[in-house]
């Protein structure tokens, strides 16, 4: 005898409806707040096995993307470049007034 539970197209599971629906995700502020270690308690252990042991994909990625924001936003290089613009531009704009 075959049921529902044969058939790989009619077998969803709760965690997939949920997934789906991404019910139980955080925003993303939640994310980005636990990804800079502004979340504890109950709340860090939730976003915890949320991200780990539910494996959301699209939390994962939206803190993969938090992630990589906050690597090109702390580049020594990218701030060096931009002090050296700002002070040649100030050079240039005191040369200018003279
Ligand atoms: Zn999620």
């Known amino acids: 005898m075959t049921g529902a539970n044969d058939d790989p ?11 789906q629906a991404r019910a139980s995700c955080p925003h993303p502020d939640l994310l ?3 990804l800079h ?14 991200l ?5 994909p699209t939390c994962n990625a939206v803190v993969d993307d938090l992630r990589a ?3 090109r936003a702390v580049r020594p290089a990218d701030d060096d ?5 700002l002070h040649s531009t100030l050079a240039a704009v005191r040369s200018a007034r003279r």
Not at 11 to 16: E, N, W
Not at 52 to 56: H, P, T, V
């Open 81 to 85: 470049a931009r002090a050296r613009c």
């Open 37 to 50: 270690g502004g979340v504890d308690g109950g709340a860090r252990r939730f976003v915890d096995f949320h």
């Open 69 to 71: 924001r906050d690597a």
């Open 52 to 56: 780990g042991e539910s494996c959301c």
């Open 9 to 19: 197209q009619l077998a969803l599971t709760v965690a997939a409806v949920w997934r």
């Open 32 to 34: 980005a707040s636990w």
